[in-house]
T-cell receptor, first 114, second 114 residues
Framework: DVKVTQSSRYLVKRTGEKVFLECVQD?????MFWYRQDPGLGLRLIYF???????EKGDIPEGYSVSREKKERFSLILESASTNQTSMYLC?????????????FGNGTRLTVT | GDSVTQMEGPVTLSEEAFLTINCTYT??????LFWYVQYPGEGLQLLLK?????DKGSNKGFEATYRKETTSFHLEKGSVQVSDSAVYFC?????????????FGTGTRLTIIP
C-alpha cells in the first residue's frame, strides 16, 4: 500500500529556531510537495520537487526552503521559525508522467511556534 | 491564475440526508477536477476525479459532474452516513507543471449526526 510518512505528528518550537520537517515516501514517486493547511485558507503550496535535487517555488515559499537529496525524502526547512508559521504541514507525492496521477498525502505535522 | 471556490462550511446534516457541496473554478484551458477528503487525524485522500467536460466521477456513493458551461464540479451523495463526516476539498490541476500541481479550495467541513 502507498505510504507517505511524516516524521513528527506534533512539534513545538521557539521563535528563531531552525526547524526541519521530514517526509518519506515508499512509492518511488518522482514528484513531492509541501503544503500548509490553515482554517479558511485551505491548502497552499509551499514548494514542490519533480526530481532529486530539483525544486520549484509554490505559492507561498517565503520563509521556507527545501531539500531533496534522495528520491524518497523531501525535507521542509524553516530557517528561522516565526509565530505566523504555526500551521498544519502536509507532505504529498505523486507519480510523474501519468496524467492526473493522484496526490498521496501524509498525515500531517502540526507545528506550533511560540 | 487558477482558483477554486467552495461553499462555506461547516455543514451539518442528519444521517440519510441528501448532500451537495458546491464547487466552482476559474482556470485557463481545460483543467482536471478532483474531490479530496480528509478524515479526522488523517491526510487527504482522493475521493473522485473528472478529466474532461461532462465526465462524472464517482466513488463510495459520491458523485460529481464536470460542467464546463457553469465551471462547476459540485459534490453530491444521496444518503449520507455518520462515517462521511470529514473535510472535503475541491481541487483542479493546472497546466503549468504537467497535471500534477493542484490548486485547492478552502475545504468544507461536513458533520453527520445520527
Amino acid at each position: 500500500d502507498v505510504k507517505v510518512t511524516q516524521s513528527s505528528r506534533y512539534l513545538v518550537k521557539r521563535t528563531g529556531e531552525k526547524v526541519f520537517l521530514e517526509c518519506v515516501q515508499d512509492m518511488d514517486h518522482e514528484n513531492m510537495f509541501w503544503y500548509r493547511q490553515d482554517p479558511g485558507l485551505g491548502l497552499r503550496l509551499i514548494y514542490f520537487s519533480y526530481d532529486v535535487k530539483m525544486k520549484e517555488k509554490g505559492d507561498i515559499p517565503e520563509g521556507y526552503s527545501v531539500s531533496r537529496e534522495k528520491k524518497e525524502r523531501f525535507s521542509l526547512i524553516l530557517e528561522s521559525a516565526s509565530t505566523n508559521q504555526t500551521s498544519m504541514y502536509l507532505c504529498a507525492s505523486s507519480l510523474s508522467g501519468l496524467p492526473n496521477s493522484p496526490l498521496h498525502f501524509g498525515n500531517g505535522t502540526r507545528l506550533t511556534v511560540t | 491564475g487558477d482558483s477554486v471556490t467552495q461553499m462555506e462550511g461547516p455543514v451539518t446534516l442528519s444521517e440519510e440526508a441528501f448532500l451537495t457541496i458546491n464547487c466552482t473554478y476559474t482556470a485557463t484551458g481545460y483543467p482536471s477536477l478532483f474531490w479530496y477528503v480528509q478524515y479526522p487525524g488523517e491526510g487527504l485522500q482522493l475521493l473522485l476525479k473528472a478529466t474532461k467536460a461532462d465526465d462524472k466521477g464517482s466513488n463510495k456513493g459520491f458523485e460529481a459532474t464536470y460542467r464546463k458551461e457553469t465551471t462547476s464540479f459540485h459534490l453530491e451523495k444521496g444518503s449520507v452516513q455518520v462515517s462521511d463526516s470529514a473535510v472535503y476539498f475541491c481541487a483542479l490541476s493546472g497546466k503549468n507543471f504537467g497535471n500534477e500541481k493542484l490548486t485547492f479550495g478552502t475545504g468544507t467541513r461536513l458533520t453527520i449526526i445520527p
